[in-house]
């Protein structure tokens, strides 16, 4: 079985989380853990790259993360967990 681990993390908790439940999965026989980010909008690379700030390092170390694709989402064999950061701050596993 695939697990295929997408998140989208801007102050690096939900990809603390993420990476949680990757080395929690990686732990059970059998399963195929895939974790993957959400490409950020390019504007908002532009803007995190001249501000330098907190952002821009939690972007930095995303880097190595590939970005999750279509081909990735369309795996009929794999099973899937969303993570994302609502508007007040409550992180949500789907």
């Known amino acids: 079985m695939k697990l295929l681990i997408v998140y989208h993390s801007i ?28 490409r950020e909008f390019s504007d908002y690379v532009q803007h ?10 939690i972007y930095q170390s995303q880097v190595s993360i590939p970005e999750c694709t279509l081909d990735d989402l369309r795996d009929r064999q794999t099973n ?10 409550r992180n949500h596993m789907r």
Do not use: N
């Open 80 to 89: 899937y967990t969303f993570s994302e950061q609502s508007e007040r701050g």
């Open 11 to 38: 102050y690096g908790h939900v990809q603390t989380m993420a990476k949680a439940v990757q080395e929690g999965a990686q732990e059970v026989v059998g399963i195929d853990v895939v974790l993957r980010r959400v």
């Open 48 to 57: 995190i790259e001249a501000e330098k700030g907190y952002s821009y390092q």
